[in-house]
């Protein structure tokens, strides 16, 4: 594999892009970078620092500043640390999840952003990154890009299986209503907004177990690599 390799997986929630990058990251010995992390990260020190959602040039600022580092033990668990604090677990809380939207959308933060993605993503071996603008915008030139998807009924369930193995006292109904929330804000937003890249590969993950959709991503990348 050439250094610096990079793989983006882009794609709607509940597609499965986190659980397989980290699986496709493990089997091809390189970094694994959660972009969307980033985003509840610096929605987290935002809140935390009170600083308000519509104060642009606050949250810039907070954004050129943001110390974020991925770290991944023995067994490939991945933690998030914000500024040396293990945030793995805050970020999905609900009051952070529900304003990542808010940060998300402003042109300065997606660019300072991008350009943290990148360092981080350029040193070494190389990455597999997963969000929703990777292909698109985050690195265009990538060396192989894959848009995974799947039907709502399958992402709503997989979301809501999800949480509920968390501990988290959740719905059906909620998770449908944010699902299709994200959808739309994801889809609409006017900056980098989720869509599938002209070169990507698209992948149906519906009915597709996480093995299956790895070894599938792993032989996209094949002798390429």
């Known amino acids: ?18 659980t397989v990058a980290k699986e496709v990251a493990k089997r091809l010995g390189l ?8 985003y509840r990260a610096l929605t987290l020190k935002a809140i935390k620092g009170g600083i308000k959602f519509d104060d642009e040039g606050g949250l810039i600022d907070l954004a050129k500043g943001m110390d974020i580092a991925f770290k991944i033990d023995g067994e490939f668990k991945l933690s998030v640390q914000l500024e040396g604090v293990d945030v793995s677990e805050e970020i999905r809380k609900s009051y952070v999840t529900n304003n990542v939207k808010y940060v998300a959308r402003i042109p300065g933060v997606r660019e300072e952003m991008t350009k943290l993605q990148r360092k981080t993503a350029s040193a070494g ?9 990777i292909g698109t915008v985050v690195f265009p ?3 192989r890009k894959i848009y995974l998807d799947a039907n709502a009924r ?3 369930s997989r979301r809501f299986k999800e949480l509920k193995a968390k501990g988290y006292d959740v719905t059906m109904d909620d998770i449908e209503k944010d699902v299709m929330a994200r959808d739309h804000s994801d889809k609409t937003r006017e900056v980098a907004p989720l869509k599938k890249a002209d070169d990507a590969v698209t992948i149906d993950t519906t009915g597709m177990t996480i093995a299956e959709v790895t070894e599938r991503i792993v032989r996209e990348v094949g002798n390429g690599a």
């Open 31 to 38: 970094l694994y970078v959660d972009t969307g992390a980033m």
């Open 125 to 133: 071996k190389g990455a597999v990154l997963e969000g929703r603008d």
């Open 1 to 18: 594999m050439k250094r610096n390799f990079i793989l983006a997986i882009d794609g709607p929630a509940g597609s499965g892009k986190s």
């Open 154 to 156: 399958e992402r709503i």
């Open 141 to 143: 030139d990538a060396d």
